[in-house]
């Protein structure tokens, strides 16, 4: 079970711009489900790779879980980290098992509007998941 803070652990190295956007979404995505997130692309430059390591595992140290991006398994820091998560007994799971079940409740809550058996906490839920696709957007524009 995923609990917060979060921290968001995928590939870096060698990928344009580092992958920050998809790290960027992902914790547009988790903190549109209420988790408080981690996210190492939003933390200062640092100049090697040794350095960004070493703060961002100083970061995974007050996490309680850990969310993967795809292609982690592909990356030496992220493998890194998920092997010190383990040993710690620090929580993770690939991202698409924390978003999915979420998508599933929104298929849900469209089924019953369109049904005309929606109620008030189903507006107020698809509301939410507006305000969280106007964010996606807003990061997909820069």
């Known amino acids: 079970m995923i609990q917060s803070p979060v921290y968001i652990s ?24 209420g988790y408080e997130v981690i996210n190492p692309a939003e ?12 703060h961002d595992i100083k970061l995974l140290m007050d996490c309680r879980s850990v969310v993967l991006l795809p292609g982690w398994a592909g990356s030496r820091g992220a ?8 040993n710690l007994g620090i929580n993770r ?9 979420y998508q599933h409740h929104l298929h849900d ?14 507006f107020l839920a698809l509301a939410d998941y507006v305000d969280h696709v106007k964010q996606e957007a807003k990061y997909a524009r820069g």
């Open 10 to 33: 995928g590939p870096m190295s060698g990928l344009p711009d580092f992958n920050r956007a998809a790290f960027h979404q992902a914790a547009h995505k988790l903190r549109a489900l």
């Open 43 to 54: 933390q200062p430059e640092r100049t090697t790779w040794e350095e960004y390591m070493r």
């Open 79 to 86: 493998r890194i980290e998920v092997k010190l998560a383990d």
């Open 93 to 101: 799971s690939p991202l698409h098992e924390v978003i999915e079940p």
């Open 109 to 122: 809550i469209e089924q019953r509007i369109a049904s005309g058996i929606a109620n008030r906490g189903d």
